[in-house]
């Protein structure tokens, strides 16, 4: 099987900077979105391609890459930002076309 | 504004089959590649299938392969899944999810409905 690793959780108190990492062999190779989502709600793209925003995604949320991570990073961080995150991407042998990471909860102190 | 609906859930006994709908509405449904994601009870994100925009290549994962098809009507704005032979582990809220293009794999999702859930059990 082909698996995304992101951390369970990451905690950041009210205006400081989260950032959620995810990883796999693949990502030099293949693009990552990721998706937030709160309790009761549908998932919403926040990142697409590894670094672009979708529109009226706030700017405090920027995406990266270098190797065999990527980084999602929310500045600024807000309590409306308390959410769950998924990242998700593909091999890079077509095996295994759609695959999401484990989630992480981040949590505002 | 894009919206898609999910209909079709309920509660079905283990073995029997249910099929799923999405109406999809605000965007031109036929150039672009459609999928289903399910989440079961406090879980994370599973991509369940995936079609292009001509349903000229589709794609499942392994836990579904030979139960589920997926399906397109592009003349109805709609989306499908006939799940067969379910067992319990299907147990899971069922979203249709818009591709940000036209072919379904490697690609990211751009619109979520809100789920149909689908409960397995005898």
């Known amino acids: 099987s082909y698996e995304l690793t992101q951390p369970p959780s990451v905690s950041v108190s009210p205006g400081q900077t989260a950032r959620i990492t995810c990883s796999a062999d693949?990502?030099?190779?293949?693009?990552a979105y990721w998706y937030q989502q709160k309790p009761g709600q549908a998932p919403v793209l926040v990142i697409y391609?590894?670094?672009e925003r979708p529109s009226g995604i706030p700017e405090r949320f920027s995406g990266s890459s270098s190797g065999t991570t990527v980084t999602l990073t929310i500045s600024g961080v807000q309590a409306e930002d308390e959410a769950d995150y998924y990242c998700?991407?593909?091999?890079?042998?077509?095996?295994?076309?759609?695959?999401f990471g484990g989630g992480t909860k981040l949590t505002v102190l | 504004e894009v919206q898609l609906v999910e209909s079709g859930g309920g509660l079905v006994q283990p073995g029997r089959s249910l099929r799923l709908s999405c109406a999809a509405s605000?965007?031109?449904?036929?150039?672009?590649?459609m999928h289903w994601v399910r989440q079961a009870p406090g879980k994370g994100l599973e991509w369940v299938s995936g079609?292009?925009?001509?349903?000229?290549?589709?794609?499942?994962a392994d836990s579904v392969k030979g139960r589920f098809t997926i399906s397109r009507d592009n003349a109805k704005n709609s989306l499908y899944l006939q799940m067969n032979s379910l067992r319990a582990e299907d147990t899971a809220l069922y979203y249709c999810?818009?591709?940000?293009?036209?072919?379904?794999f490697g690609e990211g999702f751009d619109y979520w409905g809100q789920g149909t859930l689908v409960t397995v059990s005898s």
């Open positions: 391609k590894d670094s």
């Open positions: 998700q991407s593909a091999d890079s042998s077509g095996t295994y076309p759609v695959v």
């Open positions: 693949a990502l030099p190779k293949q693009y």
């Open positions: 605000g965007f031109t449904f036929d150039d672009y590649a």
């Open positions: 079609i292009s925009w001509n349903s000229g290549s589709i794609g499942y």
């Open positions: 999810a818009k591709a940000i293009g036209a072919v379904w």
